[in-house]
T-cell receptor, first 116, second 109 residues
Framework: DAMVIQNPRYQVTQFGKPVTLSCSQT?????MYWYQQKSSQAPKLLFH???????NEADTPDNFQSRRPNTSFCFLDIRSPGLGDAAMYLC???????????????FGSGTRLTVV | DAKTTQPTSMDCAEGRAANLPCNHS???????VYWYRQIHSQGPQYIIH???NNETNEMASLIITEDRKSSTLILPHATLRDTAVYYC??????????FGKGTTLSVSS
């Protein structure tokens, strides 16, 4: 089945040690998103890629970076994780081309990040 | 700022219809209403969306008022597996979705 896969499901990292979360998709969707969800809060959009075009939310800290080497993969890099970055990180995809729009996002199961 | 207002929580008996309201009084003409739900420890799941007309799919029905300032998501026969946080989101097609706080629906037997 076509899907969005996030690895790993759980990630423990040390305070200040760079960490990378990965997302892959088999849907051939051209838009990919990263959301951060802290405990008992709604998902918060960090940034998204429309094809190769990177779109950063204004309040996303510089500590968070992203890479999208090809259509299928997208990475979230946290350069110096702090205790406040502990959260579930959700990857999602959608399809949007001129005149065609897949209205539903497909989300991965998320990566739960713990910072120690 | 959130574009939608939803009750924090709702309860529903198993087998009964769950009606989840959402206010979006500042919605603009080209903005859609989307509904997603998130079961504990999983990623959100798309349910349904609409612009002006009422919509129905295999999961739910979406009723949008004529002035488009509010809507209701209807789960016709709620089951225990429908216990989740339900998010009502307003946005233009092709723009990134911004989640609000959502409604926690608890379905009990």
């Amino acid at each position: 089945d076509a899907m969005v896969i996030q690895n790993p499901r759980y990630q423990v990292t040390q305070f200040g040690k760079p960490v990378t979360l990965s997302c892959s998709q088999t849907l051939n969707h051209n838009v990919m998103y990263w959301y951060q969800q802290k405990s008992s809060q709604a998902p918060k959009l960090l940034f998204h890629y429309y094809d190769k075009d990177f779109n950063n939310e204004a309040d996303t800290p510089d500590n968070f970076q992203s890479r999208r080497p090809n259509t299928s993969f997208c990475f979230l890099d946290i350069r110096s994780p702090g205790l406040g970055d502990a959260a579930m990180y959700l990857c999602a995809t959608s399809a949007w081309w001129t005149g065609v729009y897949n209205y539903g996002y497909t989300f991965g199961s998320g990566t739960r990040l713990t910072v120690v | 700022d959130a574009k939608t207002t939803q009750p924090t929580s709702m309860d529903c008996a198993e087998g009964r219809a769950a009606n989840l309201p959402c206010n979006h009084s500042t919605i603009s003409g080209n903005e859609y209403v989307y509904w997603y739900r998130q079961i504990h420890s999983q990623g959100p799941q798309y349910i349904i969306h609409g612009l002006k007309n009422n919509e129905t799919n295999e999961m739910a029905s979406l009723i949008i008022t004529e002035d488009r300032k509010s809507s209701t998501l209807i789960l016709p026969h709620a089951t225990l597996r429908d216990t989740a946080v339900y998010y009502c989101i307003v946005g233009q097609a092709g723009t990134a979705l911004i989640f609000g706080k959502g409604t926690t629906l608890s379905v009990s037997s």
